[in-house]
Structure formats: C-alpha cells, structure tokens
C-alpha cells in the first residue's frame, strides 16, 4: 500500500495498492520535491473515468512502469472532482501544450509546480520512454526545461486576460447575432450539436429554451424539444433504471460512456421540468421520474446526502472489468427473457443495425415515438405503453442480477446542491410533495456537515468526514439552489442562508481587479496560477452562475452593489464571447437586463398556493416572492395586509398598484 491509503477519496484508494510511491496533493508533498530536487509528476482523473482505468491497468500497475517512476519522480495523484482548482490549472497548462485536453490528465512539473510537459493517456512504453528523456534533461540541461516552464507558466497566466475592454452595450441585438453563429452547429436530426462525441451541456439548452420562449421562435424550441426527446430515446438514457450517461460517443446520443454523474442528472432533471411546464410532453416526465428514482435509490445516503456517480465499467461474467457490462444486452439473451414478445420489443427498442454497439451487444435505443409503433402494428397505444413498462421491469430484475458498476460514495458541495436543484424543479413542474422532502433533506444535509461555524462551506463528506475548503462552485450553486428552495417553501432563512454565503464569497473570493469572482479562497495555499472560471462547460461557470445570483439577490434584498458587479461582469464578458455554447449561462443572465423581466410579491393568507400556481408554469423572466405574514425581507416589506392576498407586479423594483385578482396578473406575466 502506497500513502493514498490513508485518503477518504475513492478514486485515490483505487490507486492505493499500485506498486507507485503515489502521495496525495498536500505542502508536505510539495516540500519534498523542492527539498530532494525532484521532478513531480501530477495524474489528475475521477473513479468513474474508463480511460483512467485503462491507464491504471496497463502502467500504473506495472512494475516496470512504477520503478521508472519511484526512481527519478515525486509522483502525485490528484482526484478532480475533489481539487478542481488543481485540475483548472493543469488542464490549461495540458491544452496549451497539446491542442487538447481530458482524463487522465498527466503532467511533469519542475519541483516547485511549474508544467514542463503533459498530455493525457499514454500507453507504458510511451510513457517510460518520455519519462527518461525528460529526466535526463533536467540532470543535463535544467536551464532550458526553467526557460520552457516560464514560457509556459506566462501562457496559463495570459487565459486568466480577457482580450476586448468592456462594452456598455446591453441591447440584446448581440444575442440574435450569436444565436445565428451558433444554430450552423445545431443536428436537425438528433438534436444537440453536430459533432461527436455529444455532451448534452444543460446550459445551453436552459438558455435556448428561455430565448426561444421569449422571442416565440418555434424553430428554435422545436429544436430543443427534438433534442430533449431524442436524448430520452438514446442509450444515452437509461430507460430500464432511470438516469443519464455523460454523454454518447455517435452523433445519435446511442453508446455512452456509461459513467453517471451526478452533476449531468441534477441539471437534466431541472431541464426535463422546464419543458415540461411547456409542453406537458409525457415523455419528459418519465425522464423526471426514473432520474430522481434512480438518484434516491442509488446515488442517496442515509443522511440526505446524494453520492457523485456510478463507474462506466463493471465486471462480466469472466471477472473482467469492462465499460457498459452492466447495460448491454445479447439478443439470444433477449429473445429468452421476452419470448413472444421479442419482435415488438425490437422494433421499440430496436435490436437491428440501429440499435447494434459491437461484439454482439446491443444498447436499448429508440427512434421513433410509441403512437408510431402502435399504429404500425395495429395494436392499442395504451396496450403498447404497458408493455414497454413491463419489459423494462422486466430487464431490470435481470440486470439486478449482474455486478453492479462501483460507486463514488463522496458527497460534494456543488453537485448536492444541482441534485438538490433539480429535485425543486421537479416538485414545481409536478407538484410531488416527495420531491420537496428529499430536496428539504439535502439542505439540511449540507447546512449540517458542510457549512461551518467559521461560514465557509466545505466541498466533500465522505466516511462521516467532511473535508476540503470549497470552491466559488460550491458556494455559487449552493446559493442558487437555496435561492429556489425559497421560491417553493416561502422560507426566508433559505433567502438568508444565500445571502450571508454570498458576503462571505466577496470577503474570500472577489477580485476588485479583474472584477470577477476567484475560483479558491484567499485562506487557500495559492497554486503556481490563479483561477477565474468564466467559460460555462458541462456546469456553468461559476461566476456566471454567480452573477445569476447577484442579480435575484438585488431583487429580494434592494442591494444595489450587487446589481453593479453584475453589470460589471457582463461588460466584461459580452465582448468576448465567441463561441455562445461556452457562455450560455452568462446569455441567459443578460436576459435578466431585458423588458420582459419582472417580479412578482404575492403576499396574504393564501400567497403558498398562488405561488404553487405560478411555479408550475414556465416564467424563467418571473422572480418570485411570497409570504403569508409580514416579511422583514426588503422586497416584501410593507406591503403585507391583513385578510386579504394581494398580487405586485414590479420591473426593476417598481411596482404597479396592487391587485386581488390572480387570473389579470397571470395574463401580465405570460
């Protein structure tokens, strides 16, 4: 057992016993390569990573490979999704040298940090060979690796720059202009972008949603719904249990990489439910219902925590580690569990070249919608719907029997609070009391064993431990999902709770300077580099999610600093998008500074059910606040009167005349 013994994280006690001197990221570890004058190497991935495991397999559990490395090197394994600020750092210094980035991220660093050389999965041969050279050029010639870091060391500064100066330009013309850049990269057969692999990236869709509801584009919402169904038709989703992959490997959203993480499944649920509200689309409220079955069933703790994810690979029969074994089917072995069944089974589920993977396997994909089945082959759609329930009952019973993928049992700040989002966007499209308990649950999960007596959060619970200062993700997005626990509960404490962690992020986080939010606190030891997250990518940015909060928090609390640094951010960020999928999120906030934004105080003895009602439409361009006495908050001071529930329409704090009438206000808003 190398020293990752001694760690809670399940990713690095899936290196434990490899014959590498592996040490975990600490000062300690640090001092020892500067004190030795050794060359570090850094391998950043996450336990449910396939390639990692790959690696693992072929290098790291080699002993040629690790006497290569034990030798010459101060070897660091690093888990990502534990310390994403020292991903953020390596995986510029990565991209910049190579193009491109991904997992296992590996890097050769001078003893005080600096990045000499990286990439991210090399076969051991490779690996050995480079290894050497790059030791024998620091024994023969360190000068020229020194004059090669500092290059390099000024280009990971340089991405923290942002290239135009600051436009106050806020007409939205610029968003039309981006949309029509961006919809040359839209599939208009499977929906999501054009390319593989195909990552579903929520924000863009939250944003494309909002836009295309408040323009009354109908090509660009029938494009999102064409997305949204046909990423619930893929294998992509689990339709037997609930719950996504990270994303499809083919442009069709078939084959996953069939990790589960939590963070994906949080903000499709959220996503689902929005067009729900929309469309009333049955399909997507399925997805709601197996994802959060799924959540509750699987990735959920004893104490209301939610875990990070399932792993891609799972052991077969042979007692082989193998990506998707869990999931895929032979046909032979379909064909004796359905029996006569079996050729309506596959033209549902498409157990033909369509739906075919490799070496006999096939991954449950659908291509076309029930009532088209059900009147090709004449039979009754309520009949077909039926049995397609039955089946998957029927394959999960089946699939309880195999090994099931490893699970990554840690429970992080950020991603609770997107699972814990998503189950309050549930409740407020479906109106489930069981989804408002578990996301009330997690809340006090979080608040419980993750908020200090000191007020800084703290990003990981793992074996009744809670460790690791947390990041601006942690606290944006936990802000945000207080923010709509308010909305459903009328709760002020949750409104409080967001507030008090957004003083504590412009204590420890803001830069008056570069006017945006760091990605670690000043308590923090710094890395070689600071961090500013400002590109929105499987989960937004977190200052774009940060500045989302700011302004809502403005509303409810009449604070007109925070309204400023969010026009500032926005100035700053504007210019500079080139490419809108990277910066949906902070277009979706730049909606906020339209017309069509507004707010809404309902206040008397029945605001909880008018709220109820207001949340169970779509009105992404509605804050919402509520009480049913009189509320010390700012927005809803005053204005409270005894027997009587009355509705406030404002724009930008500025109210109309109170009115009794729900339906006239209702008509206003839509």
Not at 60 to 77: L, P, V
Not at 420 to 431: E, H, M, P, R, S
Not at 481 to 506: G, H, M, P, R, S
Not at 560 to 578: A, C, K, S, W
Request: glycine share 4%.
């Amino acid at each position: 057992m190398n020293q990752l013994s001694q760690e809670t994280s399940p990713y690095l006690l899936q290196h434990a016993q490899n014959p590498v001197h592996w040490k975990a990221w600490n000062s300690a570890t640090l001092a020892t390569a500067k004190n030795q004058n050794k060359l570090i190497i850094v391998s950043i991935g996450y336990s449910a990573c396939h390639w990692c495991h790959v690696m693992e397999h072929e290098t790291f559990e080699d002993d040629e490979a690790a006497q290569t490395m034990n030798q010459h090197f101060i070897n660091i394994k690093v888990d990502r999704e534990e310390r994403p600020d020292i991903d953020a750092v390596y995986m510029k210094a990565v991209q910049i040298m190579t193009g491109r980035g991904g997992w296992p991220l590996n890097a050769v660093c001078l003893p005080d940090g600096r990045p000499v050389w990286g990439g991210t999965y090399f076969k051991k041969e490779d690996w050995i060979e480079t290894l050497e050279q790059l030791q024998k050029l620091f024994e023969n010639n360190p000068e020229k690796m020194i004059e090669y870091a500092e290059k390099l060391h000024k280009g990971i500064e340089s991405l923290n720059i942002l290239g135009t100066e600051p436009s106050d330009d806020f007409e939205h013309d610029i968003l039309d202009q981006l949309l029509e850049k961006w919809t040359k990269s839209f599939d208009h057969d499977f929906g999501g972008m054009a390319r593989a692999p195909k990552f579903m990236m929520p924000s863009n869709y939250k944003f494309l949603l909002r836009y295309g509801h408040q323009t009354k584009n109908k090509e660009l919402l029938d494009f999102v719904y064409l997305t949204l169904t046909k990423m619930a038709f893929g294998g992509l989703f689990d339709t037997v249990d609930g719950g996504f992959s990270r994303y499809s490997v083919d442009l069709k959203w078939h084959v996953p990489h069939f990790e589960k993480m939590l963070y994906d499944n949080g903000q499709l649920v959220s996503l689902y439910a929005d067009a729900y509200k929309l469309t009333k689309n049955e399909l997507y409220k399925e997805v709601i219902e197996k994802t959060l079955q799924f959540v509750s069933k699987e990735l959920s703790n004893n104490q209301g925590g939610f875990y990070s994810a399932l792993d891609a690979d799972s052991l077969t029969e042979s007692k082989h580690l193998e990506e998707g074994a869990f999931y895929v089917w032979k046909k032979k072995e379909l064909q004796n569990l359905l029996n006569d069944d079996f050729e309506l089974f596959s033209e549902v589920f498409n157990i033909n070249d369509f739906g075919y993977w490799e070496e006999g396997n096939y991954v449950l994909i659908q291509k076309v919608a029930l009532e088209v089945i059900a009147f090709q082959n004449n039979v009754d759609l309520d009949y077909l719907q039926e049995k397609k329930k039955s089946w998957e009952q029927l394959l999960y019973s089946e699939r309880e029997k195999r090994s099931k993928p490893r699970l990554d049992d840690k429970c992080l700040t950020s991603w609770n609070a997107l699972m814990l989002k998503g189950f309050v966007d549930a409740y407020k499209a479906l109106q489930d009391e069981k989804y408002l308990k578990t996301a009330l649950q997690n809340a006090d999960f979080i608040t419980q064993h993750l908020w200090t007596a000191e007020g800084n959060l703290l990003r990981n619970f793992k074996d009744g431990k809670s460790t690791i200062n947390a990041y601006l993700e942690d606290y944006a997005l936990l802000i945000d999902a207080f923010i709509a626990l308010y909305e459903v509960t009328l709760d002020e404490k949750w409104l409080f709770n967001a507030k008090q962690l957004t003083d504590y992020c412009f204590e420890h986080f803001y830069d008056e300077q570069q006017k945006f939010f760091a990605f670690t606190s000043d308590l923090d030891e710094a890395l070689i580099s600071k961090h500013y997250e400002t590109e929105d990518n499987v989960i937004p940015a977190s200052n774009s999610v940060m500045a989302e909060n700011l302004f809502v928090l403005t509303i409810y609390f009449g604070n007109t600093y925070y309204e400023d640094v969010v026009q500032e951010m926005l100035r700053n960020i504007i210019p500079n998008i080139d490419y809108p999928s990277a910066f949906s999120n902070w277009m979706n906030v730049f909606l906020n500074f339209s017309e069509q934004n507004k707010e809404l105080a309902v206040l008397g003895v029945d605001a909880q059910k008018f709220c109820n009602e207001i949340n169970k439409g779509y009105h992404p361009n509605i804050i919402l606040a509520g009480a049913e006495k009189e509320s010390v908050l700012p927005f809803l001071k005053d204005r409270f009167i005894e027997d009587k529930t009355l509705f406030y329409l404002c724009q930008n704090r500025v109210c109309q005349l109170p009115t009794e009438d729900f339906q006239s206000v209702v008509s206003e808003i839509k």
